[in-house]
């Protein structure tokens, strides 16, 4: 029955889709939905490679086979694309569908190959690769059903893939779409020595359907290669945001910059850093898509299309500038302005330090309360970095609040100035011990690192009596904290509609265990059901824990039930409950 070996690869042939947007493919969904993510998104040390077609937060969807093909190969992983399924069309064109919650039974049988291949080799993530022609799919046939498998809530990731790379599937597929993306933000920035040193924001507004810069004409300094960044997003169906099709930059109605996710080429996801602001993928709490319009970095492109270098000119008159953000559909959002470079504007760097990616550095506030050393090779580009105690109580609070903690578990709070500053590896953060820590090593304190506008993230913390300071480990040089721990895990029942599933014959309770500071050490859990212990699995992506029933317990009736887990800080989190299973 099974056509193909294990393997971990599978080969492409060239080929190319660029004829064949002629209603061969349909929509893989079974149902009218939009998008949660498209081609060219950040994915944290890449691009996105297809789009992510919402769910409605539902599993058992209907998924279907985008065009006539054969299968070529399944997988099932714990992790990545999860159940996932890749089918050939032929002329070197696959189709990827990831995250599924289970193979189709009727044609091929794959839903009951899985477990045999599974326990027959004793492994949890198995691939399968099939060889023969017998396992064909007709355009709009069922092949599996959509979940949540993998990583992520429960969606639909869809591919097209060629020889060259991940072709843009909405060049594919019949999609409506009437609204045109938003313009938010815009930055105009400087560099000085080849990193980034001047930078301000200039926010965006909508009057009467037009998008409107917050003043007229914008300063530059007077030295320095200037160029501006974009904040804009889209929406397909769905209330998420997601990335532009194609932006463009005229000056003085001369192209000077555009970018365009036709195609995604292999070799592209090394340049992801080029493309996007990593440090604000959140901006005022929201998810944001904040876009360099310059190629700052001189990088060659396998499939992407990117035209001129986006630098503004040096002259000193005011130039016009006009910003277009464009969807696949061709709804454009338009933004039009003034620059002028501004002889009494100039770039200072006082007080901060140049971190030469080649040698690294090592930077310190001016009070010694925080050290930050960055490696040789830590850095992706040149920067200038700067760290400074933060006092405003306000802020202070604030931090608190976002960690559900009192203000005073606040114990110390830094700012970065980093200015794109990116990690290709962890810097090393020192933090002082202030008088009135008594008890450092008491493994209560924590590190947290973010970026303005994103959540707070801990990390593995140790205190160094040598330099009286807690030591950790981030690539996030936005925010630095010093958190004192004494919060228990949350341990919560779900909503009721998500408490009970039953699956395989068996039933299966949730509990909801979280942990925003040190984080949960997993290996502390306990769960009884009448006062006998039962094993429990952890779904990281829904942050529960599922306990599958015996079957005694699955009679009608009153049951008591305990979880009991502990936080890396060592504060402990109960649950004890009456649920009726």
Request: hydrophobic residues 40%.
């Amino acid at each position: 029955m099974i056509a193909g070996a294990l393997a971990c690869v599978v080969a492409v042939c060239a080929g190319t889709i660029a004829a064949r947007g002629d209603g061969s493919y349909r929509w893989p969904l079974g149902v009218a939905t939009g998008l949660t993510g498209t081609l060219g998104e950040w994915r944290a040390v890449h691009l996105h490679q297809g789009i992510d077609i919402s769910t409605l937060t539902r599993n058992g969807l209907p998924v279907l086979a985008a065009g006539d093909g054969r299968l070529v190969r399944l997988m099932s992983w714990r992790r990545g694309y999860g159940n996932a399924l890749i089918l050939d069309h032929g002329g070197g064109i696959l189709t990827l569908y990831g995250h599924l919650g289970g193979f189709e039974e009727s044609r091929h049988g794959l839903g009951a190959l899985v477990p045999v291949v599974k326990a027959l080799y004793n492994a949890d993530d198995i691939t399968l690769e099939f060889s023969g022609r017998e396992h064909r799919y007709r355009r709009g046939e069922r092949i599996a059903d959509s979940g949540e498998s993998g990583s992520g809530v429960s969606h639909l990731h869809f591919e097209f893939r060629d020889g060259r790379g991940t072709p843009n599937p909405l060049a594919l597929m019949p999609v409506r779409d009437a609204d045109a993306p938003i313009i938010t933000d815009v930055f105009v920035c400087a560099l000085a020595g080849g990193a980034l040193a001047y930078e301000r924001r200039y926010r965006v507004t909508r009057e009467n359907g037009r998008h409107v810069l917050e003043t007229d004409i914008i300063p530059l300094p007077r030295d320095g290669a200037a160029f501006l960044k974009v904040a804009c997003h889209d929406r397909l169906g769905v209330d998420n945001r997601i990335a532009v099709y194609r932006l463009e930059l005229f000056v003085d109605d001369a192209s000077r910059y555009a970018l365009v996710f036709d195609h995604v080429g292999w070799g592209d996801h090394r340049h992801a850093i080029d493309l996007y602001d990593t440090s604000k993928l959140r901006l005022d709490g929201a998810t944001s898509y904040v876009y360099p319009l310059a190629n700052r970095f001189g990088a060659g492109y396998a499939g992407l299309a990117m035209i001129n270098g986006g630098f503004l000119p040096s002259g000193g008159s005011v130039m016009r500038v006009r910003i277009v953000a464009r969807d696949f559909a061709g709804n454009a959002a338009e933004l039009a302005f003034s620059v002028r470079r501004d002889d009494a504007l100039a770039i200072d760097t006082a007080g901060r330090t140049f971190a030469d990616r080649a040698r690294g550095a090592t930077v310190r506030d001016p009070d010694g309360g925080c050290d930050i050393r960055v490696g040789a090779g830590g850095l992706r580009t040149n920067a200038w970095l700067a760290v400074r105690p933060i006092r405003d109580a306000s802020i202070r609070h604030g931090v608190a609040a976002r960690l559900g903690i009192g203000a005073a578990g606040i114990v110390r709070l830094f700012s970065v100035a980093h200015d794109d500053a990116v990690c290709a590896q962890p810097a090393v953060v020192s933090l002082k011990r202030p008088p009135k820590v008594s008890d450092a090593g008491s493994g209560r304190y924590v590190v947290c690192s973010w970026y303005d506008g994103g959540l707070p993230r801990s990390h593995p913390t140790r205190y160094d009596p040598r330099a009286d300071a807690f030591v950790a480990q981030t690539k996030t040089l936005g925010m630095l904290a010093l958190v004192r721990d004494d919060a228990p895990p949350d341990v919560v029942l779900p909503p009721t509609h998500e408490l009970f599933e039953d699956r395989d014959g068996a039933r299966f309770v949730r509990v909801c265990l979280a942990d925003r500071i040190s984080g949960l050490d997993h290996g502390s859990i306990v769960c009884l059901v009448d006062g006998e212990p039962l094993a429990v699995s952890y779904d990281r992506d829904r942050m529960w824990i599922e306990i599958e029933l015996p079957r005694e317990h699955l009679a009608r009736g009153v049951h008591h039930l305990l979880v009991r887990c502990r936080d890396r800080a060592g504060n402990e989190g109960i649950l004890r409950s009456l649920v009726a299973f």
